[in-house]
């Protein structure tokens, strides 16, 4: 018995290691939307944050692919918009906007793992990323 225990346990302990150093921590990228309702509609302009360094008052809100402002019929619409591109709903905020006149407004924290296929989506574009290709 004494030959075997120290057996026993040098076996649990490399299987125990094994387990340990397979498990793989998901990493998450981050993103913030807020809604801006346009005025005499009902449709609403959707701006996002990535953690990006901008500039004040930078026009940030989600652009098609011809650059034209994406308009949502709600904020679910937006979600729905972003689920399909891998993105999970995390939290939900009042806040201030800011801009030229400050409101309330609903923020929205999503999530999308780091291992998402980004060959297949891209990330929602603003006004930015049109000025990129221009000056290529």
């Known amino acids: 018995m004494k030959k075997i225990l120290p057996l026993l346990v040098f076996c649990f302990s490399v299987s125990m290691s094994h387990f340990v150093l397979g498990q793989k921590l998901k990493k998450y990228e981050y993103a913030k939307l807020v809604e801006r ?3 005499f509609k009902n449709k609403v302009e959707v701006e996002i944050d990535y953690g990006q360094n901008s500039k004040y008052l930078e026009d940030q809100r989600i652009r098609e692919e011809n650059g034209k402002i994406k308009t949502f019929n709600s904020m679910i619409d937006a979600l729905n918009y972003m689920g399909e591109n891998g993105w999970e709903f995390v939290q939900a905020y009042p806040g201030t906007s800011g801009g030229v ?15 998402y296929d980004l060959e297949t989506t891209d990330l929602p574009k603003t006004k930015r990323d049109f000025k990129k290709t221009k000056n290529l």
């Open 37 to 39: 309702p346009i005025a």
């Open 101 to 115: 006149v400050s409101s309330t407004t609903q923020h929205w924290i999503l999530k999308r793992p780091l291992e």
